[in-house]
């Protein structure tokens, strides 16, 4: 493939706010073997709930506004990265068409970090089973059995580099999230974001809350809406395939249409209707991730 | 500056191992406002410890291997990705010279995520309270009063921009986190490690555990060195300033020292002693990061 030319790249964070613990007892470990004791004291102030932001600017930018992606539950942005199988994966897609990408990692995932005390955010996260992306995402109805739907899009081999992407996440932190989003998107201003499960919910309510800041919304598989109304924008949902081997993914997607009705520059496609088969729900990694993208990038084309 | 012309990147994992967990109460939740209820079901198997690597390859490749950046603890990659004041870090630094660059998440860490699980990593993370950096990594003695130490390089006007990268430790993961940087070192073959505080320890391990791939070492203010025999080959032990305003530096400053001693191949510079004047423990991301990188480009062609 062609070299990439870059002319800046790095990260930066948006959001946060100041957080309390008291109370706890004071011990003094040891953190490498053979070095001096350290004294571990939690109780004091922290800088929590902050969300890490990498961006890639090419040489030339040809696009009219950055380019936002936003990940679903209990993954980080690596999802956009590269492939399972080692392909590039969209933020490379989107930036060798001149687009000025940028990847978060949401609040309390990833590189964004957690406070690892239930006085802030309360309750035990959720972690994701070896099995569990398999039959939640709709790969196939047993990982166990190593059975896949037919003509399944997934990278099957590269099964176990796509869950080493899961991370913990907590519930209850949606608050905290949205905030952290909006301040993203008031610090790159108007933008365009590619939304994905979990994502989707607060891309939607971003969109809502700043409608001045978001100018189109690709939505991907998403889980939830958020709770205002919709600014007049394009929005596009795309869902992939074996969705009515699923009684909760025919609910989700349920749920899309009914979006996609009220809302009136809303456009859903059903990928297998486009001649796209065989997707589960993580379509922007799966073996025809590049043809996605190049629907995606033809719909903003159309209607930017 | 200059566009960045990069071939490759993005970004594998390396590393990890099954563990189980049992007995845990079953939940029905909802993880979306709206969304149909999720059965929060932990109990069964997981793949944990895996280690996050990203690498860009430049366009050309002039430097004879690999290059890898192995943070300290309580903080991910980002460490070596974009100074808190926003200019290149040591990754894009020694990118634009022709090294192809490969920074880690150790394990448990930023994106190569934690299993949320005393089974599986016993005890309770520790994580830096909002002075803790400040007091610990010898910007000056105070940060509720704002006093740094004189000449201090430290961006100071971006303390908080560093404190987000802080992320949650486990203490007691040595084992895991060995084993992944082995899988990583043995994936890329014969390379040079440039590794910060805890990440020092880890390399030194590696070095002495695989002595025919690692080609050199570059160990900023390492917080251990192992517990084996070193390989004979070039190391480069780097500290900061201010050391002899806390003990527990000077004892980690001193067990530098008798490392070096014993090490045929070791040089330990003193940055002050060397015209670098005013670093703490983060040197890589301090205001004269630029001229402490030339000076570790400067050894390593020296002595590779």
């Excluded at 519930?171 to 365009?192: H, I, Q």
């Excluded at 919910?201 to 709770?227: K, N």
């Excluded at 349920?254 to 997707?279: K, Q, S, Y």
Aim: net charge neutral.
């Amino acid at each position: 493939m062609k070299p990439l030319c870059i002319a800046e790249m790095g990260h930066f964070f948006v959001g946060g706010r100041r957080a309390r613990v008291a109370g706890r007892p004071v011990a003094e470990i040891q953190l490498v073997p053979g070095s001096p004791p350290y004294r571990a004291d939690m109780n004091g102030e922290y800088l929590v709930a902050s969300l890490y932001v990498e961006h890639a600017r090419p040489e030339p930018v040809t696009r009219p506004c950055p380019l936002l992606f936003w990940h679903g539950g209990g993954l980080t942005g690596a999802c956009w990265d590269t492939t399972p199988d080692g392909r590039e994966g969209w933020k490379l897609w989107f930036l060798r068409r001149g687009w000025h990408v940028h990847v978060s990692d949401a609040v309390e995932r990833g590189r964004s970090g957690y406070a690892p005390f239930p006085e802030i955010f309360p309750g035990a996260p959720l972690h994701r089973r070896v099995n569990d992306p398999w039959e939640q995402f709709r790969i196939g109805p047993s990982h166990a059995e190593g059975r896949a739907h037919p003509g399944h899009q997934f990278p099957l081999d590269h099964y176990e580099d796509f869950l080493r992407q899961c991370v913990p996440r907590f519930v209850g932190t949606d608050a905290d999230m949205l905030a952290a989003y909006l301040a993203l998107v008031e610090r790159v201003g108007p933008c365009v974001i590619i939304a994905h499960s979990q994502g989707g919910h607060f891309a939607c309510a971003a969109a809502q809350a700043a409608p001045d800041l978001v100018r189109a919304l690709v939505l991907l598989e998403p889980s939830g809406f958020g709770a205002g109304a919709m600014p007049d924008i394009p929005v596009l949902l795309l869902y992939g395939d074996h969705i009515a081997r699923d009684p909760r993914w025919v609910t989700l997607r349920a749920a899309g249409g009914a979006f996609a009705a009220r809302t009136p520059r809303a456009a859903l496609h059903d990928l297998p209707a486009e001649g796209l088969a065989g997707n589960g729900h993580m379509l922007m990694l799966e073996r025809n991730s590049d043809a996605i993208a190049a629907r995606v990038q033809g719909w903003l084309e159309s209607n930017l």
